[in-house]
């Protein structure tokens, strides 16, 4: 177990490295996180990355993000049940306390990035792209 908040808790996934889990069920429409935006970077520095140094940044309104905890444990799945709205992951479909947030990192991956897909779903695209 790793960070917990009132709404979700890190921990290890079987998609990937750690994940974010629900702790109580969500409604389709609710907020399950709300980034924390603070932590930016200029175009100039992201163009320089490695598609492995971008795992943690999104791009979303414009801004490159350097995601904080927990956002930055929420997994890629083909098949998600949030999409990023307004630098908050919005519910989907309903999810039950102790299914994994996942999200489509092809809506907030920086430009030009792509990465292999471990989401296990039937609709798997097996790589990520921007």
Same mark, same amino acid.
């Given at each position: 177990?790793?960070? *917990?908040?009132?709404?979700?808790?890190? *921990?290890?996934?079987?998609?990937?490295?750690?994940?974010?889990? &629900?702790?109580? !069920?969500?409604?389709?429409?609710?907020?399950?996180?709300?980034?924390?935006?603070?932590?930016?970077?200029? *175009?100039?520095?992201? !163009?320089?990355?490695?598609?492995?140094?971008?795992?943690?940044?999104?791009?979303?309104?414009?801004?490159?993000?350097?995601?904080?905890?927990?956002?930055?444990?929420?997994?890629?799945?083909?098949?998600?049940?949030?999409? &990023?709205?307004?630098?908050?992951?919005?519910?989907?479909? !309903?999810?039950?306390?102790?299914?994994?947030?996942?999200?489509?990192?092809?809506?907030?991956?920086?430009?030009?990035?792509?990465?292999?897909?471990?989401?296990?779903?039937?609709?798997?695209?097996?790589?990520?792209?921007?």
């Amino acid at each position: 177990m790793y960070m *917990k908040s009132n709404n979700v808790i890190v *921990k290890n996934s079987h998609i990937e490295g750690k994940g974010v889990f &629900a702790l109580r !069920d969500f409604k389709e429409g609710e907020i399950v996180l709300n980034w924390d935006t603070s932590h930016n970077l200029p *175009k100039e520095i992201v !163009d320089k990355m490695s598609n492995e140094e971008k795992k943690y940044i999104s791009f979303l309104n414009g801004k490159y993000v350097i995601m904080q905890e927990p956002e930055k444990y929420v997994n890629h799945s083909c098949e998600p049940n949030t999409t &990023a709205k307004n630098f908050c992951d919005v519910v989907l479909r !309903d999810i039950k306390k102790g299914e994994e947030i996942t999200g489509d990192y092809t809506e907030e991956l920086p430009p030009g990035t792509y990465m292999k897909c471990n989401c296990g779903s039937k609709k798997c695209k097996k790589i990520i792209r921007s």
